[in-house]
């Protein structure tokens, strides 16, 4: 006697599809968090490595390297410097950060950019400088991609083009998910962290040479990094190795996670900042800074300004201690206004 095997109906495979779905849609965003997770694991872990970074780098040249080297596209109040380097203080980390290889390539006594004026809205830079021997090596190699510098949550461009922003006309430069924390310049005016007072300066600036002793508000009250991202509204983002113009670093102060708002829009785009010098980053709520101890903390998106600046300055006489992990203290978030020349009102 023959038997009969009997398969699923229509309806029972339309019923297990159907849990098979629900499950799948419970379980993505798990998967999804587990993943940011783990990117963002990853990417407090490179902003530790920074911080040490720089504590080597301290030990050796008995300083703090400066945010920008002898940039070309600002001018300062006196003679500007005869030598031109447009160089960002990470190029001089490289070796400290399991980056040696790259660092040999570079010529020190040569710049990494060709900034040597202004390049936007009639400012004038350096141009008592000059750039000096041949640029050009140091230019290409600042296209290349360092995973160091690099968020894993972050999936905006990774190199940035444009005559006010490229290494060399035809050249791309890699970008940073990571910046000093430096007050912004003055558009045109280079050495503003020498004319400021030990009480408001941050912990570096261009041609800065703050030491470990100048931090009288203590290392662990005082921001040394802080993440930033690859999008920019009225600008591009910050390379690794040189400045492009108006970047001197990443000034908490602008607030954290302030999203360009796109013309005819009333929704932010989120991961792109509304202006230069900002911090930001694709971690929901908030962003990672490193203080000078090299410990990393996360902070919200709404703390309160004055917290903020009081992180940013380093000798200002108002260590916050365990405040700023306190949750209560979240208040207004300053918002700087800017256009879309590359300038803020």
Not at 51 to 74: E, I, K, Q, R
Not at 107 to 135: E, K, M, P, R
Not at 291 to 319: K, Q
Not at 327 to 335: A, E, L
């Amino acid at each position: 006697m023959r038997s009969h095997r009997q398969g699923f109906t229509l309806i029972e495979l339309l019923v297990v599809i159907a849990i098979i779905a629900v499950l799948v849609a419970l379980l993505l965003p798990a998967v999804q968090q587990a993943r940011e997770a783990a990117r963002r694991s990853t990417c407090k872990s490179k902003l530790k490595q920074l911080g040490l970074a720089m504590h080597n780098y301290h030990d050796t040249h008995t300083l703090f390297v400066p945010s920008a080297v002898s940039l070309g596209w600002c001018r300062l109040s006196g003679p500007g410097l005869p030598n031109i380097q447009n160089k960002n203080g990470l190029a001089l980390l490289l070796p400290y950060v399991d980056q040696a290889p790259i660092y040999n390539q570079l010529n020190q006594s040569a710049a990494h950019s060709d900034q040597d004026t202004g390049f936007c809205c009639g400012y004038t830079g350096n141009t008592d400088g000059v750039l000096g021997i041949d640029f050009i090596p140091n230019a290409r190699l600042m296209g290349t991609f360092l995973d160091i510098f690099s968020c894993p949550s972050d999936n905006g461009r990774q190199v940035e083009t444009g005559s006010a922003y490229g290494p060399a006309p035809g050249l791309n430069g890699a970008m940073t998910n990571y910046d000093f924390s430096s007050s912004r310049s003055v558009l045109g005016d280079c050495d503003y962290w020498q004319k400021q007072s030990t009480a408001v300066r941050f912990i570096v600036g261009h041609n800065s040479n703050s030491k470990m002793g100048s931090v009288t508000d203590g290392t662990s009250n005082t921001i040394m990094f802080a993440e930033t991202t690859r999008e920019i509204a009225n600008g591009d983002g910050v390379p690794w190795g040189y400045r492009g113009w108006g970047q001197s670093g990443a000034d908490v102060t602008g607030g954290l996670n302030v999203w360009d708002i796109p013309s005819g829009s009333t929704n932010p785009a989120v991961g792109v900042l509304n202006s230069w010098g900002q911090v930001g980053s694709l971690h929901t709520g908030g962003a990672h800074i490193t203080l000078a101890d090299g410990s990393v903390r996360f902070i919200s998106e709404n703390i309160n300004y004055s917290t903020l600046l009081n992180l940013a300055r380093m000798s200002d006489g108002n260590p916050i201690g365990k405040i700023l992990m306190d949750s209560t203290y979240v208040k207004d978030v300053v918002r700087l206004p800017s256009d879309h020349d590359g300038r803020s009102l």
